[in-house]
C-alpha cells in the first residue's frame, strides 16, 4: 500500500499488513472477560463486594445483623417443628448444630446463585458504559455472599461450643467446604447470568430447582436417614458431599465420612465430575455470551 502526501513525496510504502502487525493487534471494542492484570481483577472484585455488601444494609435499622439474625429465625422454625411436631432428630448427635450449619451453608448457596441470576441485568449501566472485565460481577456477587456466611458462621461458632461441640484440628477443613461450595455457586451463576439475559424464563426455573435442590441435599436430615437405596445417588449433588463431609469432620466424628458413605472410591468421580462441568460450562458460556451481553440487555 503506498500513500503519497500533497506534494507527491511517499509517506507509506509497504503492505497494510505489515503495518497493522507492526502496531499491534486491531483494536477489539468488545470488553474482556478476565483482563490481562490479575490484580486490577481482584481489586475490582473486591471494590463490587465491598460496595454490594455495605449497599444490601443500607439504611436498615438491625443493618449487618440481618446477616445473623435470618438464618438463626429460619433455624428456630425448622429446629421447633422437627424436633417437637415431628419429633425428629432425637437420636441424631448434634442435631442442633447439624441443622444450623446445613442451613446456613445452603443459604449462601441460595443467595449467591439467585442473585447472580439477574446481577448482567442489575449492571446494565454499568455494563453499557464502562470497558471492565465482565467476570468481575458475578465473581463480586458470590464474594459479597461470602462475606454474609463468614459473619454468619461466626454465630454458629458460638452454637457449637454453647451446644458442647468439642473443636478439633479438623475444623481447619472449614475453609475448603466453603472453596468447593462457593465454587460450585460460581459456576452455577455464571450460567445463570448469562442465560437470563437471553431468556427470562430462567428466574422461576431456578427458583423451583432451588427448592429440589434444598430438599435433596441432606439440609433438614443427615444423610444416614435416607433410605440405603438412595444414599449414593443423593452423593452425586456436590453440596450433600460438602455436607456430609462438614458433618463427620467439624460435629461427629462417629458419623460416616463421604469416603465411607459414596462406597467404592471412584463413585466419587460423579459428584466431581458435576463440579468441574458445572464450573467449565459455565466459564465457557460466560466468556462467549457476556462480551455482547450489553447488546441484549
Same mark, same amino acid.
Given at each position: 500500500?503506498k500513500l503519497?502526501?500533497g506534494d507527491?513525496?511517499?509517506?507509506l510504502d509497504?503492505?497494510?499488513t505489515?503495518?497493522?502487525?507492526?502496531?499491534?493487534?486491531?483494536?477489539?471494542?468488545?470488553?474482556?472477560? /478476565?483482563?490481562? *492484570?490479575?490484580?486490577?481483577?481482584?481489586?475490582?472484585?473486591?471494590?463490587?463486594?465491598?460496595n *454490594?455488601?455495605?449497599?444490601?444494609?443500607f439504611?436498615?435499622?438491625?443493618?449487618?445483623? &440481618?446477616?445473623?439474625v435470618r #438464618?438463626l429465625?429460619?433455624?428456630?422454625v425448622?429446629y421447633?417443628i422437627?424436633t417437637h411436631?415431628i419429633r425428629?432428630?432425637? *437420636?441424631?448427635?448434634?442435631y442442633?448444630?447439624y441443622? +444450623?450449619?446445613?442451613?446456613?451453608?445452603?443459604?449462601f448457596?441460595a443467595?449467591?446463585?439467585?442473585?447472580c /441470576?439477574t446481577?448482567?441485568?442489575e449492571s446494565?449501566?454499568?455494563i453499557?458504559k464502562?470497558?471492565f #472485565?465482565?467476570l468481575?460481577?458475578p465473581?463480586?456477587?458470590?464474594?459479597?455472599?461470602?462475606?454474609?456466611?463468614?459473619?454468619?458462621?461466626?454465630? @454458629?461458632?458460638?452454637f457449637?461450643a454453647?451446644?458442647?461441640?468439642? %473443636?478439633? $484440628? =479438623? $475444623?481447619?477443613e472449614?475453609p +475448603?467446604?466453603?472453596? @468447593?461450595l462457593?465454587?460450585f455457586?460460581?459456576?452455577?451463576g455464571?450460567l445463570?447470568?448469562v442465560?437470563?439475559? =437471553?431468556?427470562?424464563?430462567?428466574q422461576?426455573i &431456578?427458583?423451583?430447582?432451588?427448592?429440589v435442590?434444598?430438599?435433596?441435599? %441432606? /439440609?433438614?436430615?443427615?444423610?444416614?436417614?435416607a %433410605?440405603e437405596a438412595?444414599?449414593?445417588?443423593?452423593?452425586a449433588?456436590?453440596?450433600?458431599c460438602v455436607?456430609t463431609e462438614?458433618r463427620h469432620?467439624?460435629? *461427629?466424628?462417629t458419623a #460416616?465420612?463421604l469416603?465411607?458413605?459414596?462406597g %467404592?472410591?471412584w463413585?466419587?468421580?460423579?459428584?466431581a465430575a458435576?463440579?468441574?462441568?458445572t464450573?467449565? +460450562?459455565?466459564?465457557?458460556l460466560f466468556?462467549?455470551?457476556a462480551?455482547?451481553?450489553?447488546e441484549r440487555?
Amino acid at each position: 500500500m503506498k500513500l503519497t502526501a500533497g506534494d507527491g513525496t511517499a509517506v507509506l510504502d509497504e503492505p497494510l499488513t505489515a503495518s497493522v502487525a507492526t502496531y499491534g493487534p486491531p483494536y477489539d471494542p468488545r470488553p474482556e472477560i /478476565v483482563g490481562s *492484570d490479575p490484580r486490577r481483577f481482584v481489586g475490582l472484585v473486591l471494590t463490587l463486594a465491598i460496595n *454490594d455488601f455495605k449497599l444490601r444494609f443500607f439504611g436498615s435499622v438491625l443493618g449487618y445483623v &440481618w446477616s445473623l439474625v435470618r #438464618p438463626l429465625l429460619l433455624f428456630g422454625v425448622l429446629y421447633a417443628i422437627f424436633t417437637h411436631v415431628i419429633r425428629f432428630g432425637g *437420636d441424631i448427635k448434634f442435631y442442633p448444630v447439624y441443622l +444450623l450449619t446445613a442451613l446456613v451453608m445452603f443459604n449462601f448457596f441460595a443467595e449467591a446463585t439467585n442473585r447472580c /441470576v439477574t446481577c448482567l441485568l442489575e449492571s446494565e449501566s454499568l455494563i453499557r458504559k464502562v470497558r471492565f #472485565p465482565r467476570l468481575a460481577i458475578p465473581v463480586s456477587v458470590v464474594t459479597s455472599s461470602l462475606l454474609n456466611l463468614v459473619l454468619a458462621l461466626a454465630a @454458629v461458632m458460638v452454637f457449637y461450643a454453647a451446644q458442647g461441640v468439642e %473443636p478439633t $484440628w =479438623r $475444623w481447619l477443613e472449614l475453609p +475448603l467446604f466453603v472453596l @468447593v461450595l462457593a465454587l460450585f455457586a460460581l459456576g452455577c451463576g455464571m450460567l445463570l447470568s448469562v442465560l437470563y439475559v =437471553r431468556f427470562r424464563d430462567v428466574q422461576p426455573i &431456578w427458583e423451583v430447582a432451588l427448592q429440589v435442590l434444598f430438599y435433596g441435599s %441432606p /439440609v433438614l436430615y443427615v444423610l444416614t436417614v435416607a %433410605p440405603e437405596a438412595i444414599q449414593r445417588k443423593l452423593l452425586a449433588n456436590p453440596i450433600a458431599c460438602v455436607l456430609t463431609e462438614m458433618r463427620h469432620a467439624m460435629i *461427629d466424628p462417629t458419623a #460416616p465420612d463421604l469416603f465411607a458413605a459414596i462406597g %467404592p472410591n471412584w463413585h466419587l468421580v460423579v459428584p466431581a465430575a458435576i463440579l468441574v462441568g458445572t464450573l467449565a +460450562l459455565g466459564t465457557y458460556l460466560f466468556a462467549r455470551e457476556a462480551r455482547t451481553a450489553a447488546e441484549r440487555l
